[in-house]
């Protein structure tokens, strides 16, 4: 995924906030997926009104420590297809 594209999530795609932060379920693979942090599950909200992935990092408050990490959960997330990318 790079960061300076624009992604969303999936329309087959369905996200149930939990304490934890998410349980991701994909209505056409039939695969469970889960978002293990609450910033996580930002992050992806955020991605659908977000210019580029950078936006929604930024948005999100997600610091440059952890930049890396979280590009790495949505690089799995995309590669999974829950995540796809916007068309303009």
């Known amino acids: 995924m790079l960061a300076g594209e624009a992604w969303r999530l999936s329309p087959s795609v369905s996200v149930r906030p939990e304490p934890f932060g998410a349980l991701v379920y994909d209505f056409?693979?039939?695969r469970l997926s889960?978002?293990?942090t609450l910033l996580l599950l930002d992050v992806v909200r955020r991605l659908d009104g977000a210019s580029d992935v950078d936006e929604a990092l930024r948005s999100a408050g997600v610091g440059?420590?952890?930049r890396a990490g979280y590009l790495r959960a949505l690089d799995g997330l995309a590669a999974s297809?829950?995540?796809i990318r916007s068309t303009p």
Do not use: A, I, Q
Request: proline share 0%; no cysteine.
């Open 81 to 83: 297809g829950v995540l």
């Open 64 to 66: 440059d420590g952890e």
């Open 34 to 36: 889960f978002l293990k």
């Open 28 to 30: 056409s693979t039939r």
